[in-house]
């Protein structure tokens, strides 16, 4: 059998664990560094120059920490470009994430008969609808959801939505919201008989994290790239225990699931239609993977960033590398799932830069 002719190396950055709203880190990023096979080894060569270096941090984190770092983070992307690869990644901001959550959770029309005024395929009224909860709900509620969740447990969901019913912030969400909470929670064992799973090796708790969403549309956005161009392989960074559930989603994402049309125009793909085999492993094994980790190390960072007024010199050049990837709309490598409020903050520095074009789109 031919070997794959594109592979995607990939791994992530700004997990906190059960701290799900950690206020050092807002953003989760999934990110992936894709290949054409041939160049692997000029990839491979890329990761020893900058690495094999005495005294070189070897976590793309670490080097976000000095400006030696940084000095070589920006010689790495540099030699990333001329391999070449291609970059695609996932920004989640975790508050908006789980404001989502709510309303994918408690106001999904197959478990809420009261929610048939907001389908599943209203993206954007849905999005419009979270960033208002999740700028107007406080942490406490938040979190109090995201425990309520992850352990399904019919007290806990109660004494949350019982807390946002009592919530100004649902009103001012959406008129028709509160009725639709109250719904929910009068139809709690319903809606909690919905969140069952066919997934074998996963807990509710691992399951229901934001890692695997956020791979999830990184992945099937570079596969869409490669259509007509061949076949990929996917090597992900071995992650505690999810490395079997990553795996079997990425198996499960073959499946030729139709596409979604959306209230808003948008067809959003939901399967890997390229994708051929999967495997995990270190950066021992794929040193691309390293790729992978500084890509998603760098647009944790520079998000994070963002509330700064203005980048110079390293910074300035990474963000010139990163941030107009997530700029177009439909995106075809950066996606950012961010608050208006960090919109607003990502276009002051967008527009700040010289060049509105990344070396990488």
């Known amino acids: 059998m031919p070997q794959p002719q594109w592979t995607l190396y ?13 206020a050092g880190q807002p953003f989760y990023v999934s990110a992936g560094v894709l290949v054409k096979s041939e160049n692997i080894a ?55 994430a789980f404001a989502g959550r709510i309303l994918d959770f408690y106001c999904d029309p197959r478990s ?32 109090m959801f ?5 352990n399904t447990e ?17 009103a001012v969400a959406h008129e028709r919201l509160k009725e639709t909470i109250e719904t929910a929670l009068n139809n709690i064992d319903n809606i909690l008989s919905h969140e069952t799973m066919n997934l074998k090796n996963a807990t509710h708790k691992l399951w229901s994290s934001l890692n695997l969403p956020a791979y999830k549309h990184m992945a099937v956005k570079a596969d869409e790239f490669i259509d007509d161009k061949g076949k990929m392989s996917i090597i992900h960074h071995q992650i505690k225990d999810y490395d079997e559930l990553i ?25 890997l239609k390229n994708f051929e085999n999967f495997s995990s492993g270190d950066v021992v094994q794929y040193p691309g993977i390293r790729a992978a980790d500084c890509l998603a190390s760098c647009v944790v960072r520079l998000f994070k960033e963002l ?29 950012a799932d961010v608050t208006s409020k960090t919109k607003e ?6 527009d700040f830069l010289p060049d509105k074009h990344s070396p990488f789109a």
Not at 345 to 350: G, R
Request: charged share 25%.
């Open 10 to 22: 990939c791994d992530e950055s700004g997990n906190t664990g059960p701290n799900y709203l950690d």
């Open 42 to 96: 000029k990839l491979n060569d890329a990761c020893s120059r900058i690495f094999d270096r005495q005294g070189v941090a070897q976590k793309g984190t670490d080097l976000m920490n000095s400006n030696r770092g940084l000095a070589n983070l920006v010689e790495f992307f540099n030699l990333l470009h001329d391999v070449p690869i291609f970059p695609f990644f996932m920004v989640f901001e975790k508050k908006l």
């Open 112 to 143: 809420n008969q009261n929610a048939k005024w907001l389908p599943m395929t209203a993206k954007e009224e849905r999005k419009r609808i979270a960033n208002s909860l999740s700028l107007s709900l406080d942490d406490e509620t938040i979190n």
């Open 146 to 150: 995201a425990t309520a969740y992850k």
């Open 154 to 170: 019919r007290g806990c969901n109660i004494r949350f939505l019982e807390r946002l019913c009592a919530s100004q912030a649902v």
């Open 247 to 271: 795996k079997e989603i990425t198996i499960e994402l073959r499946i030729n699931t139709p596409d979604m049309n959306t209230d808003g125009g948008l067809t959003i793909r939901q399967c």
């Open 307 to 335: 509330s700064q007024e203005s980048w110079t010199g390293n910074w300035r050049q990474l963000g010139h590398f990163i941030l107009p990837l997530a700029y177009k709309h439909p995106p075809t490598h950066g996606m």
């Open 345 to 350: 903050e990502f276009l002051k520095h967008y």
